[in-house]
């Protein structure tokens, strides 16, 4: 199946995302978009417990892009299945906007209704065509038929897959399939947008395209993005900081602040400074292994 | 040139008329060798047997309808029984272990063997015919159901929960659609068994029905129109399958086990 051509600049449909996106409070990239303070979280099973996340306390801007890196079993997907409420933190407590995102032991609604996920599967219903997955959370809102279809065209076109608004998911590639999936999570314009390794399963040459589509997206809607990725180049070339966390039990190893002028294009990766933050992050990694 | 895939699918077109021809002339070849005319009627005799059996209304109005009536009937409890039982038993885990004993109990009894009860207790008349036709549907229908409730991916149930989705829009967005595949496999093993039930039914009792009919030409000692009802028999069940069969290509057509060049 042929791919696509994913633009990498700002597009029509892109400005026009920007103008009824999310509107940022006047002036306030600074504002706490999510906090995790003093998080914790322990699995139990049958063979003992684990520690997955031991004293978290991280605190993300309103329009920062930030990316948890780490080793596997670092608790990165934990951390960020607790920042989108599907699990519960044993210890402390997690903020959005704000608030709390659990309240009397319930996920507060309004509160996890600004975040959308994107996750390492697709998770696309094979049942539903591409057009009714990305409209589905319209669906779920009770947006009319025709709006909640227009909106799933006008996203398809956006992440390059205009022409398979009626295919069923299992017609489409892998990298169709994700960007179906992230084209879903930003039907509902969340202000946030929690991403688990969406791209682990792609080939470099589309994961590459992806980052840029992806960087575009993110400053057009003026999202607050979290990335989890296995990737330190990828974590560098896309997040306003790296957090690299350190395995059993999970804490944060160091956070790295990342200021390269935006839009970034591929070749930033060649400059000395770039190649010095992936050496030192990678360097941090393996001093744990 | 077709392509391989123009040439698989018009292979079943061409190998099944293989396939029969092939079984006619094994058939024909056993006759000349000196088989029996009781043991094996030629084709040519089974051929008129089978015209003259299509050409006797009773055939239709009587037998026909008898056993296809049984058959939808109790397919049609077996069904809505099945998929009730399997969602709430699937559902609901502790009613689940408490009857699984008697449940795997219920399942290797061989069903059939119930058969002179249910003469028994509801007479030689249709009503015990469709009740061993829906009890032989319903487990395979309920089983089924009972694994597809259980096998909502949990992915696609963290995809819900991201979305606020409530209990209903939960059901009808996923559990339901989700399902479907299993229903509908337990519903193609279920057809067959239903016809099995109403046959079997119609060998032990009553004077009606295509079973009956089989039981009556061998007492006549008529081997040419048992072959005869047993053809008429084969059609019914497969009629009964593929409209099971196109019910789900229609319902399900997003499915792997719906072939992509159906609904393209």
């Known amino acids: 199946m042929t791919q696509q051509g994913l633009k990498t600049t700002p597009t029509p449909e892109i400005e026009a995302e920007c103008a009824d996106g999310q509107a940022a409070p006047s002036g306030s990239a600074a504002g706490a978009e999510l906090e995790l303070v003093d998080v914790s979280k322990e699995f139990h099973s049958r063979s003992g417990s684990v520690v997955a996340l031991k004293d978290i306390t991280l605190t993300i801007r309103r329009r920062e892009f930030v990316a948890l890196v780490g080793r596997s079993g670092c608790g990165k997907t934990t951390m960020l299945r607790i920042l989108a409420g599907l699990t519960h933190p044993t210890r402390g407590h997690v903020l959005a906007g704000g608030r709390p995102l659990w309240r009397d032991g319930g996920r507060d609604p309004e509160t996890v209704g600004r975040l959308g996920i994107v996750f390492q599967d697709a998770h696309l219903f094979p049942w539903y065509s591409v057009e009714e997955n990305i409209a589905l959370p319209l669906k779920l809102r009770g947006v009319g038929k025709a709006e909640r279809l227009a909106r799933a065209h006008e996203l398809c076109a956006l992440v390059g897959l205009s022409g398979f608004e009626r295919s069923y998911p299992r017609e489409l590639s892998g990298g169709m399939r994700q960007r179906a999936a992230i084209a879903r999570a930003l039907s509902y314009r969340p202000g946030v947008l929690l991403m688990d390794e969406p791209f682990g399963a792609l080939d470099a040459l589309t994961r590459e395209k992806m980052n840029l589509e992806l960087q575009s997206l993110a400053t057009a809607s003026e999202s607050t993005v979290v990335l989890v990725t296995h990737s330190i180049r990828e974590a560098v070339f896309l997040a306003d900081r790296v957090v690299l966390l350190s395995p059993r039990p999970g804490r944060i190893r160091s956070v790295t602040e990342v200021d390269f002028p935006r839009p970034r294009q591929l070749d930033v990766e060649a400059e000395p400074r770039f190649q010095e933050i992936v050496r030192t992050l990678r360097r941090q990694l393996d001093e744990e292994a | ?264």
Do not use: C
């Open chain 2, 1 to 264: 040139m077709p392509s391989r895939e123009q040439l698989m699918k018009f292979l079943p077109w061409i190998s099944t008329p293989v396939l029969i021809a092939v079984i006619l002339a094994m058939w024909k070849l056993a006759v000349s060798l000196g088989v029996s005319r009781y043991t094996l009627p030629p084709p040519g005799e089974v051929w008129a047997a089978l015209l003259d059996l299509m050409s006797r209304p009773d055939v239709w109005t009587v037998h026909m309808r008898t056993t296809l009536v049984e058959a939808v009937a109790g397919f049609g409890i077996g069904l809505v029984s099945g998929v009730i039982v399997g969602a709430v038993l699937g559902r609901v885990v502790w009613l689940e272990r408490a009857v699984r004993p008697m449940v795997v109990a219920l399942q290797v009894i061989p069903k059939v063997a119930l058969v002179p009860l249910f003469v028994i207790w509801f007479g030689f008349g249709m009503t015990s015919k469709v009740i061993i036709a829906a009890i032989l549907a319903f487990f395979p229908i309920m089983l089924n159901v009972l694994l597809g409730v259980r096998s909502v991916d949990p992915g696609h149930r963290d995809v819900m929960t991201s979305l606020n989705a409530g209990r209903w829009q939960t059901f009808w967005a996923l559990e339901f659609h989700s399902t479907l595949p299993y229903v509908f496999a337990g519903m193609e093993v279920g057809i067959v068994f239903a016809v099995i039930g109403a046959i079997v039914g119609e060998y032990l009792g009553g004077n009606e029905g295509l079973g009956y009919l089989v039981v009556d030409t061998l007492n006549a000692l008529n081997a040419p129109e048992l072959y005869a009802v047993i053809v008429l028999l084969a059609v019914l069940g497969y009629l009964l399958f593929f409209a099971v069969n196109v019910a789900k290509r229609l319902m399900i057509p997003w499915h792997e086990s719906v072939s992509l060049k159906d609904i393209t």
